[in-house]
């Protein structure tokens, strides 16, 4: 004998069968689960301890999956005002509603399911830590008497279907999981979707029962003896004003991602210049190398031969030397700026050609001079650097 719970699809699929004229059996009533023993419905309970499980996943898969009829939930356009009793963000993918308030979900489909199909919504916590309890309603608004008198469905379910007196209100009896049936129906001429309107009975911040931790809704496609046909899944949240809690939602994820980007802006400059630092340590490792410059202009050229010339001819030069020669330039500056302002009519003053600082060259000692080749004067470039900066400065 097999034990089907006090809210089962039976009065459902038997419904149909009766209004649509079919002389099929339905696989939930007593009759055919006997006689199949050994393909039982995944909804019907176990009837001996040798089916101890339950047919359902402690688990549900939360996973987008259109199977092979393109199945699609989908929300009309949608306001972000404070008046709105609901709203709907493609962008999170998430759904914003007032507690009992009338919710409209677009079901849809490009080919027809198998007669008897059914539309399930289940929900289920988001988060991996609480994925494993049911999502039932508050104590407070459980026992309440509002919202509750006069209606079929249990106290204890979230989801109510609004408008379809043949929706069912499924417990599965081993996970305890609840979940609302309605049978599917094919959109009216005209029209692309089918209409489903779903209530959401309890805040969630509610403690007790969500305590304001973020749920899903799963709303499967379903064929008679149980086997999904498609799933699509968003969150939701149940909140007093939608409106505003969707545009703070969705304002916190834009900067988060504008955050984000100039994170790995900042990386990105980042290793960029280190890669810039690594070539030109790269550049300074390889002072063997010989590069032609092509110059414009005798002039520029004669000037950068003076330079390639002090360069090369530096590294000869004793520290004394260098020492006597900046001690010279600083007296010449001082000089310089201790004359008197020159008239634009004077002529030149020769005490500047009197004061000019001696070349590199003119530096050296005879001897130094004519000890220089050219293996020498490029084995010691590098030693000179440092000493060539100084110079310059």
């Not at 700026?337 to 005879?366: D, I």
Request: aromatic residues 6%.
């Amino acid at each position: 004998i097999i034990y089907i719970p006090q809210y089962t699809s039976l009065g459902l699929l038997n419904s149909m069968d009766q209004n649509g004229g079919s002389t099929s059996t339905s696989p939930y009533n007593n009759e055919h689960a006997q006689n199949n023993v050994t393909a039982p419905s995944p909804y019907a309970q176990p009837s001996s301890t040798f089916e101890a499980l339950s047919p359902s996943p402690a688990i549900p898969s939360n996973t987008d999956y259109a199977g092979p009829h393109t199945f699609d939930v989908s929300f009309q356009q949608s306001s972000t005002a404070k008046s709105a009793t609901w709203t709907y963000s493609t962008e999170l993918k998430k759904l914003y509603c007032q507690i009992a308030k009338t919710c409209p979900i677009q079901i849809k489909v490009l080919t027809n399911p198998p007669q008897g199909a059914v539309i399930r919504a289940m929900p289920v916590y988001k988060k991996a830590e609480h994925v494993t309890e049911v999502v039932k309603r508050c104590p407070n608004h459980e026992l309440s008497r509002e919202f509750n008198d006069g209606q079929i469905a249990p106290p204890s379910h979230l989801i109510r279907v609004e408008g379809n007196s043949h929706a069912q209100y499924m417990e599965d009896s081993i996970t305890g999981r609840q979940s609302v049936l309605v049978p599917y129906e094919p959109p009216q001429v005209g029209t692309e979707f089918t209409t489903i309107l779903y209530n959401f009975m309890c805040n969630s911040s509610c403690v007790g029962g969500m305590n304001r931790r973020p749920i899903l809704i799963i709303v499967t496609l379903e064929s008679r003896d149980g086997q999904v046909l498609g799933r699509r899944c968003f969150e939701a949240r149940i909140c007093a004003c939608p409106g505003r809690d969707r545009k703070a939602d969705e304002d916190s994820i834009r900067k988060q991602h504008v955050s984000d980007g100039t994170k790995s802006s900042e990386a990105f400059r980042q290793a960029s210049h280190l890669s810039q630092l690594n070539s030109i340590k790269k550049r300074r490792s390889t002072d063997e190398e010989v590069f032609c410059l092509p110059i414009k202009g005798r002039e520029i050229y004669e000037i950068l031969v003076k330079i390639k010339e002090s360069l090369e001819l530096m590294q000869f030069l004793p520290q004394q030397t260098i020492e006597s020669y900046r001690q010279q330039q600083q007296n010449l500056l001082q000089k310089q700026s201790s004359l008197p302002p020159q008239s634009a009519f004077g002529s030149s003053s020769p005490t500047l050609c009197k004061n000019k600082l001696p070349s590199v060259s003119q530096l050296m000692n005879p001897q130094q001079r004519n000890t220089l080749t050219p293996s020498s004067m490029s084995g010691g470039l590098t030693d000179s650097k440092a000493s060539i900066k100084s110079l310059i400065i």
